[in-house]
């Protein structure tokens, strides 16, 4: 088992910039990939970014590419989520997630491979 847990969330005004943080804890002996997801109100839950495990291979969503960066530090067992200039659309609660991979470099940006996910992190983007 993975315990995730997520922090940094907060409200801000549009063009500010936060910087989640996904701590992970339990059986983190393995290689895993992380994901980024988040879900707004009334809405389904969306891919944000992914990571690989070695960090490498990086991959975003097209709403969030060149703003957004993911980060991992392996040797704290915690990913970041860099996020910049935001909008009031990227107002949502953000979730980290695990997901065991095969290779250092693989990735997931859908959410079926990801087994682990924390509990979420409200972000608020005022106008």
């Known amino acids: 088992q993975v315990q995730l847990v997520e922090s940094g969330g907060g409200l801000v005004q549009a063009g500010d910039s936060l910087k989640l943080s996904c701590a992970a804890s339990?059986?983190?002996?393995?290689?895993?990939?992380m994901g980024w997801f988040r879900q707004a109100p009334g809405k389904d839950r969306e891919f944000v970014a992914a990571i690989s495990w070695s960090g490498g291979s990086t991959r975003y969503a097209d709403s969030v590419k060149g703003r957004f960066t993911a980060s991992r530090d392996n040797a704290k067992n915690t990913v970041y989520l860099q996020m910049n200039s935001l909008k009031p659309e990227d107002t949502a609660v953000y979730y980290c997630?695990?997901?065991?991979?095969?290779?250092?470099?693989?990735?997931?940006?859908?959410?079926?491979?990801?087994?682990?996910w924390g509990q979420g992190t409200q972000v608020t983007v005022s106008s």
């Open positions: 339990g059986r983190t002996g393995s290689k895993y990939a």
């Open positions: 997630a695990a997901a065991r991979a095969p290779l250092g470099g693989t990735l997931y940006y859908t959410e079926r491979p990801y087994s682990y």
